[in-house]
C-alpha cells in the first residue's frame, strides 16, 4: 500500500490552532458527485480524511460527513486509494467492496497459479459450486481472478488439493485427506456480510463462515473470509465447516474463546480438525515443494492460536494417547513435525 | 516469505540476510510500515512482524516489546463460528512474542518480558510466551541465568517444551 506524506499538513495544523472551529470544506458530494472533482480537490478532501481520521479517532458519522453522504463513503474511499493515498478499510460501509490487500502475502499469487480449467472444474463438482451463488460480482466469468471472493477460495481448494485429493493406500501422510473429507461433505457458497474487515468501533466481530444443517448442507462464505484471511486460513476455515456437517459445536461460550468452544479434544470437533489440518500442512508440506520457514511458522502459530476453543485445555495424552511423555502437559503444535513418507 | 518451491526457502533466507546487514535501518522500515499500515490488512502486518521476528536483530527488542504489548479488545461471548477481531491480531502477538523468545537468549529483558507476558489475559499469548521462555531455559548453558529464568518461570518450564520431531496425530471420522 502506497501512504502518503503531507506537505500542507503543518499549514492546516497551525490554521486549527489559530480557529476556534473547524473550517467546514466542501464534502465529497458537493465537490465530486455533483461537480466533477480533480485530483488536486481530492487531495484536499483527503487532508480533512487525515486529520479526522487518523490523526483523532473518527467514527462512521463523521467519515459520511466528509463524505456527504452514507452512499458516498465506498466511492471517496476508492478514489482516495486509486491516487495512492491511505484510508481505513474499516471506514468502508457494507459488506461487499472488493478489497483484496496484499496478493501477496495473503498467499493469492502463488496459488491462483494453479487455476486452471481442469482445477476449476475439479472443485466445481467437487464441492457442489452453483453459478447463482457465485455470479453477481463474485467471480463467475473469470474464476482466475485472484481479487475476486471465487478465483479466492479455488486459491484455497488449490492448497487443499496441492498435496492430494485424497490419501494413497497405505500411507501414513494424511495432509491429503483434507480435501477428500471437505469434498464429500459440503456444499460452498459465496455471500456478501458480515460486517467490516477490521478493529472499527462496533466491528468487532466477523462471520467468516457459517455451516448450515438440512435437508441439503451448505457451507455460506461471507466477505471476511475472502478478503481478511489468507490461503491457508481460508483452507483451513473449509475444514473446520465442513466438519461441521458431522459435528457442530457443543461447548457454548465459555471457553477462553468466547464461542465457537468445543468441550473436549475428545469431542473429535471442527477445533479439532482445523488444528489438525494446520498441523499436517506445517509438517507435510515440505514433502511435496520445500516451504519457507516464514510460512511454516504462521500455519503453527495461527494452529497454536486455537486452543483457547476447548473448554478444558487439551494434554499431549489426549491428543497423542496416555504412552506419550509428561501426558499431563498442555499440547502444543510444534515448529516443526515429522511427515510420515508418502 | 510465503512460498513453496526448491529454491524458496534460500531465497527467503538471502532477504533476511540483505534485510539484516541494513541493521536499525531495516527494522526502522519495518516499523514504520507497520505503525502506518492499515489495522484491517491482518496479513500484511502479520508478515512484517515475521520479517521483524525472524531477523532475530537485538535492535529489534524494544518494537517486538511494543508489538507484543498492545491492546488487545475484550473478548464476548459470540454466536458460534463468529471470528472477532481479537484472533488475528493474537497471531500478530504471538509472533512477536515468538521474535521476543529468539531475542531471549541473550537478552535478559526480553526474557523478563516473556515471564511478564506469560501472565497475560489471553490464553494464546500466555502460552506462546510461556513456550518461548521455555525454550531459552533449555537451551540456557550459564547455571546461574538459567535458575534465575527458571525462577521467573511461574509453573514448570519443561510442560511448555515442544515434542520434537513428532508426526501430528491422524485424524478420524468418528
Known amino acids: 500500500m502506497r501512504t502518503r506524506v503531507s506537505r500542507t499538513l503543518p499549514l492546516i495544523a497551525l490554521l486549527t490552532l489559530a480557529l476556534p472551529t473547524r473550517v467546514a470544506n466542501a464534502d465529497f458530494e458537493e465537490e465530486c458527485v455533483e461537480e466533477g472533482c480533480d485530483n488536486e480537490e481530492l487531495d484536499e478532501m483527503h487532508e480533512d480524511y487525515e486529520s479526522e481520521c487518523f490523526e483523532e479517532t473518527c467514527d462512521v458519522e463523521e467519515v459520511r460527513e466528509l463524505a456527504g453522504n452514507r452512499g458516498n463513503i465506498n466511492a471517496m474511499l476508492n478514489r482516495f486509494q486509486n491516487l495512492g493515498f491511505r484510508v481505513n478499510a474499516c471506514h468502508r460501509v457494507g459488506a461487499c467492496a472488493i478489497s483484496p490487500g496484499n496478493n501477496d502475502t495473503s498467499f493469492d499469487t502463488f496459488f491462483d497459479g494453479f487455476c486452471n480449467q481442469s482445477s476449476i472444474n475439479r472443485h466445481w463438482d467437487d464441492f457442489e459450486m452453483s453459478q447463482s451463488d457465485w455470479d453477481d460480482g463474485f467471480g463467475f466469468n473469470e474464476p482466475c481472478n485472484r481479487n475476486l471472493p471465487l478465483g479466492r477460495t479455488f486459491n484455497a481448494l488449490n492448497l487443499l488439493d496441492f498435496f492430494g485429493t485424497s490419501k494413497r493406500s497405505g500411507s501414513d501422510n494424511f495432509l491429503p485427506f483434507y480435501y477428500e473429507y471437505s469434498a464429500g461433505t459440503d456444499e460452498l457458497l459465496g455471500r456478501c456480510g458480515s460486517g467490516c474487515p477490521g478493529q472499527c468501533p462496533g466491528c468487532n466481530r466477523q462471520t467468516f463462515a457459517l455451516h448450515v444443517n438440512g435437508v441439503d448442507d451448505y457451507t455460506e462464505l461471507y466477505w471476511p473470509f475472502f478478503y481478511n484471511q489468507n490461503v491457508f486460513q481460508r483452507a483451513s476455515t473449509i475444514v473446520h465447516e465442513c466438519r461441521h456437517d458431522d459435528k457442530g459445536h457443543n461447548g457454548g461460550t465459555t471457553c477462553g474463546n468466547g464461542g465457537s468452544c468445543d468441550t473436549t479434544w475428545g469431542y473429535n470437533g471442527a477445533n479439532r480438525y482445523e488444528i489438525l489440518y494446520l498441523w499436517w500442512l506445517s509438517a507435510c508440506a515440505d514433502s511435496v515443494l520445500p516451504a519457507t520457514t516464514g510460512f511454516r511458522n504462521q500455519i503453527v502459530t495461527s494452529a497454536n492460536n486455537q486452543w483457547d476453543k476447548f473448554n478444558t485445555r487439551p494434554t499431549r495424552s489426549d491428543v497423542f494417547g496416555s504412552g506419550v511423555s509428561n501426558p499431563g502437559a498442555p499440547a502444543l503444535v510444534p515448529p516443526s513435525s515429522a511427515c510420515p513418507a508418502l | ?174
Open chain 2, 1 to 174: 516469505m510465503f512460498a513453496l518451491g526448491p529454491n524458496a526457502e534460500a531465497n527467503y533466507q538471502a532477504s533476511l540476510a540483505a534485510l539484516r546487514a541494513r541493521g536499525g535501518e531495516a527494522i526502522a522500515t519495518i516499523v514504520g510500515t507497520y505503525n502506518q499500515a492499515d489495522k484491517a490488512l491482518y496479513n500484511e502486518r502479520a508478515a512484517l512482524v515475521e520479517t521483524l521476528t525472524e531477523l532475530r536483530l537485538p535492535e529489534a527488542r524494544d518494537a517486538l516489546l511494543a508489538i507484543a504489548n498492545e491492546p488487545l479488545s475484550a473478548r464476548v461471548p459470540a454466536p458460534d463460528d463468529t471470528i472477532q477481531a481479537i484472533e488475528p491480531e493474537s497471531v500478530i502477538r504471538m509472533t512477536a512474542i515468538r521474535g521476543l523468545g529468539h531475542l531471549a537468549v541473550r537478552d535478559d529483558t526480553a526474557a523478563n518480558a516473556l515471564a511478564a507476558l506469560a501472565k497475560h489475559r489471553e490464553l494464546s499469548l500466555q502460552e506462546q510466551a510461556k513456550q518461548s521462555l521455555a525454550v531459552v531455559i533449555a537451551q540456557e548453558k550459564d547455571r546461574g541465568r538459567r535458575r534465575r529464568l527458571i525462577e521467573l518461570f511461574a509453573g514448570d518450564y519443561q510442560d511448555w517444551l515442544p515434542l520434537q520431531g513428532v508426526t501430528p496425530p491422524t485424524p478420524t471420522r468418528n
